[in-house]
């Protein structure tokens, strides 16, 4: 989608509000002992609450309000029995649409107590997404939100997963410029038109290459096993960089 009017804008954030709201509500409720359907059913009733549509739901038939991943799971996981426990890594990833606007966000948590490792990670994690964000803008090269993740990335020994990408929303789940990659490439020559609205997500990992799908034909793993965080904003972008939809207010 490309933002033409601020109708359009504000339909963005109000629905860039509420996914993040929402996100950052399951991620405050987690708790060992607490199952990963139950953890879902609190995301359903806010967006209920808001008038707002899961999207995996709606678009893919998602079994599932939200996404929720457990530590080898690292995305797409189903909500269900699963009981999370002290030190677990959990990935919250929340989309949803409202009066034809789409949104989408996520972001990984570690279950107190929380590991060294493991926060090191989520922080590097949302560092790079940071960094991602700040290579959006009218006009500027695609590539260049890879480019320089990968650049950080690489600078603290991480790697990225390669087949999980960046992709357009607003007016659907997914839509032009379909995948864009947030790790390094030399083969990607478009550029970013003033207006758009794509989401910045890296998968950040300490070895993972890949994402491989599960018997279950959603949930995704790291290929190598290793472990994965991922951090998501949707954003616009403009003359002055990008404007980020999916705050919390």
């Not at 033409?4 to 987690?30: C, F, P, Q, S």
């Not at 893919?60 to 999370?84: K, L, Q």
């Not at 590539?143 to 990335?153: C, K, L, V």
């Not at 960046?166 to 864009?180: A, F, K, N, T, W």
Request: aromatic letters at 6%.
């Amino acid at each position: 989608m490309t933002i033409t009017n601020h109708d359009e804008l504000d339909g963005m954030k109000d629905i860039g509000r509420i996914v993040a709201n929402t996100m950052l509500a399951m991620a405050k409720a987690a708790e060992p002992g607490m199952t990963t359907r139950e953890l879902d059913e609190i995301g359903r009733a806010l967006l209920d609450r808001e008038g707002a549509v899961s999207a995996p739901q709606s678009t893919y038939d998602f079994p599932g309000v939200t996404c929720i991943s457990v530590n080898e799971e690292i995305a797409h996981g189903i909500p269900g029995d699963r009981v999370m426990a002290a030190g677990d890594l959990v990935n919250i990833d929340v989309s949803a649409s409202k009066n034809g606007y789409f949104a989408d966000t996520g972001a990984s948590y570690s279950v107190p107590p929380v590991r060294p490792s493991l926060d090191r990670l989520c922080r590097d994690g949302k560092r790079a997404m940071q960094i991602g964000i700040a290579q959006v803008g009218t006009d500027r090269p695609l590539a260049g939100i890879g480019n320089a993740i990968g650049r950080f990335a690489a600078q603290r020994g991480y790697t990225l997963i390669r087949n999980l990408a960046s992709h357009g929303v607003g007016r659907s789940l997914h839509e032009y410029p379909e995948e864009i990659a947030t790790w390094p490439t030399r083969s990607e020559r478009r550029r970013i038109n003033k207006g758009l609205v794509l989401t910045v997500e890296p998968f950040l990992s300490t070895g993972g290459l890949w994402a491989t799908e599960g018997d279950d034909g959603w949930t995704l793993y790291s290929e190598p096993a290793a472990p994965v965080v991922q951090f998501e904003h949707t954003v616009i972008a403009t003359d002055r960089g990008a404007i980020v939809v999916t705050l919390p207010g």
